[in-house]
């Protein structure tokens, strides 16, 4: 692939008379994979106009893994073969110019992967024949090549890419030449080296606490880790109910097998020692069941009727939104739509389960479909545009009251997945169980105390010797402790987002003089603080104004306070073709 060679303490601004522009990509996993292949492409696109290169085009991506292109989620370290994607195939292309493109490489290389993944070719046990679920693996390997031929493209086309496998970057600083000071750690030879960058994009992917203490396990990755760590015969408390949570609950049994009954039905044989696994959840619901789209097409809940809302009122309040998409479903279903039931579902974890299996297999609508799920498609592409245009109030009381079931909804879990997740629920090897209390549990020397509602509603208390936080990664950037993350906070190179996110109100109160200005109060669980139009980092400037910056970008998880989608694949091609547009400006203008 490219260079492999350690950041050069300085960067020479000129050869001869030659102008040499030095980009940096923070993180070589799917976000800097998706924003190199888009660079590449659209510097190549602009190359086809003119003859030769403008500038001397240095690349260089830091990745801390020995590996470029699958990051954390899609490497072989973080998923088996069992981990499906949740999202269809059509929907991680990772070029925002080209949407079918993971689908297209899977159907080229689908004997490669089938013999490496057995089972891959099983599509039958998906509702909707467009919709696919490859094993986790497969995107990574989808990754990796992608990467490998951008890196070959970009030489073709005279840039050249160097690449620092098994380096940590661990500060990023503006210093006042213009330039991006950052600073490289070798993991290996623990050698520093800094270098000086026109543009950096960090694109460090996700985080999570990586002390693990005895019995508690603040992931469910690695998932050998659980494998090796919690002994057959455990019972072990599972925190979230999420496709994290599932995630976690296919780890710990497989050491047992699914089979087929004459009948149909999926059933699972325990292995002679297994775990019992129990989910604590606040609401105990487990995310829906994707089933088929149908032919529906929205009236009301379109982007032309919210974009006028948004011009006549200037902003999105939630009543707005759900009105719209009461009128679409009310339309649909030819009916009015049950929110009672939405809201307030009524029976057991487990009776959901089967009625949302049932809806997938079957449909609700009389095309075979799931009307709601068919609606809500249409809204993904307008999804972050919604999100921007709520009220700061509005998109606040959306994350605390409505996250749940939003998100319960809007990523429902593959088919193979729930009917796994409800044999082992008939197995005895799975129960759902409500929480209640401030805190997810208590701890003693040697168990975890979890209070819980039974069938009745009485309080209840279990302790368990293991557990899993598989709640998905926190929204808070404060809590990454990378030490790169805690360097850019302490030096106010990046900010947390403000807890009023009405940019326009606070740039107007910025302006004002600044005595009687009120202190800017930061959301304790904020992401951290961009422009979600062009991705620069925002922050505040000694006089307490707000500046952004023209030479740092943030994308993916660490985002997800202003961008919904931060952590999907299409929403992280999205951001980085944003940016690449604007890198390959700078370096041709």
């Known amino acids: 692939m490219g260079d492999r060679a350690g950041l050069q303490p300085e960067a020479d601004e000129k050869l001869g008379q030659e102008r040499i522009v030095t980009l940096v990509i923070i993180g070589g996993g799917l976000t800097g994979t998706s924003m190199l292949c888009q660079f590449v492409r659209q510097a190549h696109a602009f190359l086809k106009l003119r003859q030769g290169t403008p500038a001397s085009v240095h690349v260089h991506v830091v990745e801390k893994q020995d590996f470029f292109g699958p990051g954390f989620p899609h490497s072989h370290q973080n998923a088996m073969p069992f981990h499906l994607i949740n999202m269809c195939a059509r929907d991680m292309s990772i070029l925002a110019a080209d949407p079918e493109d993971f689908e297209r490489w899977v159907n080229l290389h689908i004997n490669d992967m089938d013999s490496r993944f057995p089972g891959i070719l099983d599509n039958g046990a998906s509702p909707d024949r467009d919709c696919h679920h490859y094993p986790r693996p497969v995107m990574g390997e989808y990754l990796k090549t992608r990467f490998s031929q951008a890196v070959n493209e970009a030489k073709r086309i005279g840039i050249r890419v160097h690449l620092h496998p098994g380096c940590e970057a661990i500060d990023v600083s503006e210093s006042g030449e213009d330039r991006v000071r950052v600073t490289v750690l070798n993991l290996g030879s623990h050698e520093r080296r800094v270098h000086h960058a026109d543009r950096v994009l960090l694109a460090t992917g996700h985080w999570f606490y990586q002390r693990q203490r005895d019995g508690y396990f603040p992931s469910p990755w690695p998932p050998d880790l659980l494998q090796e760590n919690i002994p057959g015969g455990s019972d072990v408390a599972i925190i979230g109910t999420s496709l994290s949570a599932i995630d976690a609950v296919l780890t710990l049994t497989a050491d047992g097998d699914f089979r087929q009954s004459h009948s149909g039905e999926l059933l699972y044989q325990p292995s002679l020692n ?316």
Request: hydrophobic share 35%; charged share 25%; proline share 6%.
């Open 274 to 589: 297994p775990r019992r696994l129990f989910l604590y959840s606040r609401k105990a619901l487990l995310p829906t069941v994707r089933g088929r789209t149908g032919p529906y097409r929205n009236q009301f809940m379109v982007r032309d009727k919210i974009q006028a809302l948004i011009h006549e009122k200037g902003w999105l309040r939630l009543e707005e939104l759900f009105d719209l998409l009461n009128r679409d479903l009310q339309n649909a279903y030819g009916r009015p739509f049950p929110w009672r039931e939405v809201t307030n579902p009524q029976g057991t974890t487990k009776e959901l389960l089967e009625t949302h299996i049932h809806d997938a297999r079957h449909g609700d609508g009389p095309d075979g479909d799931i009307v709601w799920q068919t609606l809500l498609q249409q809204t993904f592409p307008m999804v972050r545009d919604i999100y921007l245009a709520l009220a700061p109030a509005e998109r606040m009381r959306l994350d605390g009251e409505f996250n749940t079931l939003f998100f319960v909804h809007a990523a429902p879990m593959p088919i193979r997945n729930a009917e796994k997740l409800l044999a082992l629920m008939n197995a005895g090897m799975v129960t759902v169980r409500k929480q209640i209390g401030e805190t997810p549990f208590r701890r003693d020397e040697l168990s975890f105390s979890f209070t819980f509602q039974d069938a009745n509603g009485e309080a209840m208390e279990a302790t368990h010797p293991y557990v899993v936080d598989a709640r998905g990664q926190s929204p808070s950037y404060a809590t990454n402790h990378q030490t790169l993350a805690v360097n850019l906070l302490r030096s106010g190179t990046v900010e947390i987002e403000p807890r009023d996110r009405n940019i326009q109100a606070l740039e107007d109160e910025r302006s004002k003089p600044s005595r009687g200005r009120p202190p800017l109060v930061r959301n304790e669980r904020g992401g951290l603080w961009i422009d979600p139009r062009t991705h620069r980092v925002r922050r505040t400037r000694a006089d307490e104004g707000i500046e952004v910056s023209e030479r740092i970008t943030a994308v993916g998880a660490m985002t997800r306070g202003q961008i919904i989608d931060a952590s999907m694949a299409h929403g992280s091609a999205v951001s980085t073709d944003v940016v690449a547009r604007e890198w390959v400006d700078y370096v041709f203008s």
